[in-house]
């Protein structure tokens, strides 16, 4: 069953703003409509369970926590499990491992995991990005890789690219200035969002740092969302109309600022020299 952020809210009595501080912990995307019951149980729940346990004190740590598990799972998941020898086997006849899988078996998997059909083309891609050879038999500790990689691609939405660094395949890209430059932006754009607590304030901003280039246009998209709601509310609550026109007032009243060009231009003689009426209080 698919669940919205609404629905997160109200099972975990959270704010809007831990449930998307979860979320992106857990690489899941703030600005998505729905997630599927996967990926709360194996993201958002893991995350919240951290919090509840007392392991982690902040989203940050609570992101490094999750992602040095899920590299763990995976390397242990990549060596594999050995099916025990056949009586045909230790006779010394060559059979196929009771769960190997074949290309078709193994795309049937991944789609009825993912809840999307996946093609051979971008079966050959997945592939190659979790490091898995092009063969006709894979082990059942492969196609649990395989499937890994289809989740992440087709649920999460990740790169080629991502997946290979996530299973040790590719380098991460050198985006470092840009990510520098961002996550200046996105700390401007978080100071003038007035709805988050001083708490709050103090975890995102613990928390910027430590995020992905992935994480922080997530986080942006979100605070900018969050900002023009607060302008909108401004100005339909005809508060922008009321301070402005009261800075109005102040300055039409104020004796210093009222000024007149025909009579200025009277009190300035012709040798350049400040007349004594020009002066205030004179």
Same mark, same amino acid.
């Given at each position: 069953?698919?669940?919205?952020?609404?629905?997160?809210?109200?099972?975990?009595?959270?704010?809007?703003?831990?449930?998307?501080?979860?979320?992106?912990?857990?690489?899941?995307?703030?600005?998505?409509?729905?997630?599927?019951?996967? *990926?709360?149980?194996?993201?958002?729940?893991?995350?919240?369970?951290?919090?509840?346990?007392?392991?982690?004190?902040?989203?940050?740590?609570?992101?490094?926590?999750?992602?040095?598990?899920?590299?763990?799972?995976?390397?242990?998941?990549?060596?594999?499990?050995?099916?025990?020898?056949?009586?045909?086997?230790?006779?010394?006849?060559?059979?196929?491992?009771?769960?190997?899988?074949?290309?078709?078996?193994?795309?049937?998997?991944?789609?009825?995991?993912?809840?999307?059909?996946?093609?051979?083309?971008?079966?050959?891609?997945?592939? +190659?990005?979790?490091?898995?050879?092009?063969?006709?038999?894979?082990?059942?500790?492969?196609?649990?890789?395989?499937?890994?990689?289809?989740?992440?691609?087709? *649920?999460?939405?990740?790169?080629? *690219?991502?997946?290979?660094?996530?299973?040790?395949?590719?380098?991460?890209?050198?985006?470092?200035?840009?990510?520098?430059?961002?996550?200046?932006?996105?700390?401007?754009?978080?100071?003038?969002?007035?709805?988050?607590?001083?708490? *709050?304030?103090?975890?995102?901003?613990?928390?910027?740092?430590?995020?992905? &280039?992935?994480?922080?246009?997530?986080?942006?998209?979100?605070?900018?969302?969050?900002?023009?709601?607060? &302008?909108?509310?401004?100005?339909?609550?005809?508060?922008?109309?009321?301070?402005?026109?009261?800075?109005?007032?102040?300055?039409?009243?104020?004796?210093?600022?009222?000024?007149?060009?025909?009579?200025?231009?009277?009190?300035?003689?012709?040798?350049?020299?400040?007349?004594?009426? +020009?002066?205030?209080? +004179?």
């Amino acid at each position: 069953m698919p669940y919205s952020k609404q629905d997160l809210q109200n099972l975990y009595s959270l704010s809007f703003e831990d449930v998307n501080a979860t979320l992106v912990a857990c690489g899941l995307l703030p600005e998505q409509n729905e997630y599927a019951d996967e *990926q709360i149980q194996s993201g958002f729940d893991v995350i919240r369970k951290y919090f509840n346990e007392a392991q982690v004190g902040d989203y940050a740590a609570a992101a490094e926590m999750f992602n040095q598990q899920s590299l763990s799972k995976m390397k242990k998941t990549s060596k594999g499990k050995k099916s025990h020898p056949s009586s045909e086997q230790e006779s010394g006849a060559a059979t196929v491992e009771e769960n190997d899988l074949d290309i078709s078996q193994l795309l049937a998997q991944a789609t009825s995991e993912c809840g999307t059909r996946i093609s051979l083309i971008e079966a050959g891609k997945i592939l +190659s990005a979790c490091g898995l050879p092009d063969k006709e038999q894979y082990t059942g500790a492969e196609g649990e890789v395989f499937v890994e990689a289809c989740t992440l691609i087709k *649920q999460q939405d990740k790169t080629y *690219q991502e997946v290979a660094v996530h299973f040790g395949m590719g380098q991460a890209p050198d985006n470092n200035l840009e990510r520098q430059e961002l996550l200046k932006e996105v700390q401007g754009i978080q100071s003038s969002v007035s709805s988050l607590s001083s708490t *709050q304030t103090m975890q995102v901003m613990q928390a910027l740092p430590q995020m992905s &280039l992935e994480q922080l246009r997530a986080i942006k998209l979100q605070f900018l969302r969050d900002l023009n709601r607060e &302008l909108r509310e401004y100005v339909n609550s005809g508060r922008m109309q009321t301070e402005f026109q009261a800075a109005a007032d102040t300055v039409i009243k104020d004796p210093f600022l009222t000024w007149s060009p025909v009579s200025d231009a009277k009190n300035r003689p012709l040798n350049g020299e400040v007349s004594q009426k +020009s002066l205030p209080g +004179s």
